[in-house]
Each structure stands twice: as structure tokens, then as C-alpha cells.
């Protein structure tokens, strides 16, 4: 799944739960439920990158760095650092990403991008 998509579904549950701590512990397994929905990818690295750095950037400069929403924006993202970082991963194995999960069928990068902008200008425009 996209990386703003995966920033967008944990800020809406930071959001929710209003809690710093239990907003950091859902990220992770919400960013591995959302990549078991059948899902195409975006090849573009840099654009996957930017794109969550912006949706992430976005919501901290309007709801202050530590809000539950960009906590847990921030660690359903952090999952995939490690196809960026080697030696995050646990003796070679990724921790996230076993399986390698559905790609290439499903919810089109367009609808998820969509669905991503959607989220975040929601979490934007309601401060809390
Ligand atoms: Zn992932």
C-alpha cells in the first residue's frame, strides 16, 4: 500500500483513539492489514517517500508535532523503512513484509492517493 495512504489510516486512528501511546501501537499492525488489501504500487520511490513526508508534515505543522494523529501517522508509515534500510531488518528477514503481500490487482494507486488526500485533509481541517 502507498506510503501517504499508510500515513493517512494511521493519523485517522491517532486521531480516534486520541492517545500518543496506543496511536504508536497501532501503526505497525494497521500498516500490515492495510498491505494484505489487494493493492497496486507506485514504482517511484522518491515520490512514495515524498509524498508520506509531505502528508506527514502537513498534519504535524497543523496539529503540533506530538499529536496522536501524527504519532501514529508517522509509525504506520515506519514499517517501510525497511525496504530503504537493510539493516533494520532481522537477520536479512523483513520483519513487515513477510509473504511480500497482494500486489499488482486491487485498490489502484490513483484511488489510494485519492483516498490518502481525502484522509489527511479531513484530520486537517478538524483539529481534534
Ligand atoms: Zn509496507
Redesign the pocket.
Known amino acids: 500500500?502507498i506510503?501517504s495512504l499508510?500515513v493517512a489510516v494511521g493519523g485517522a486512528a491517532g486521531a480516534l483513539v486520541r492517545s500518543r501511546p496506543l496511536a504508536l501501537l497501532l501503526g505497525p499492525p494497521l500498516?500490515?492489514a492495510?498491505?494484505h488489501v489487494p493493492h497496486e504500487d507506485i514504482p517511484d520511490r522518491s515520490f512514495e517517500i515524498g509524498s508520506g513526508l509531505v502528508a506527514l508534515g502537513l498534519l504535524a505543522g497543523r496539529r503540533g508535532p506530538f499529536d496522536p494523529a501524527v504519532l501514529g501517522g508517522a509509525a504506520a508509515a515506519m514499517?517501510?523503512l525497511e525496504?530503504l534500510v537493510p539493516w533494520l531488518r532481522l537477520r536479512g528477514e523483513k520483519l513487515?513484509?513477510r509473504g511480500g503481500?497482494r500486489h499488482g490487482v486491487g485498490i489502484s494507486a490513483e484511488a489510494q492517493l485519492l483516498l490518502a488526500g481525502a484522509v489527511v485533509g479531513l484530520l486537517l481541517a478538524r483539529r481534534r
Request: aromatic share 8%.
Open positions: 500500500m506510503v499508510h500498516h500490515v492495510g498491505d514499517p517501510d525496504h513487515f513484509h503481500g
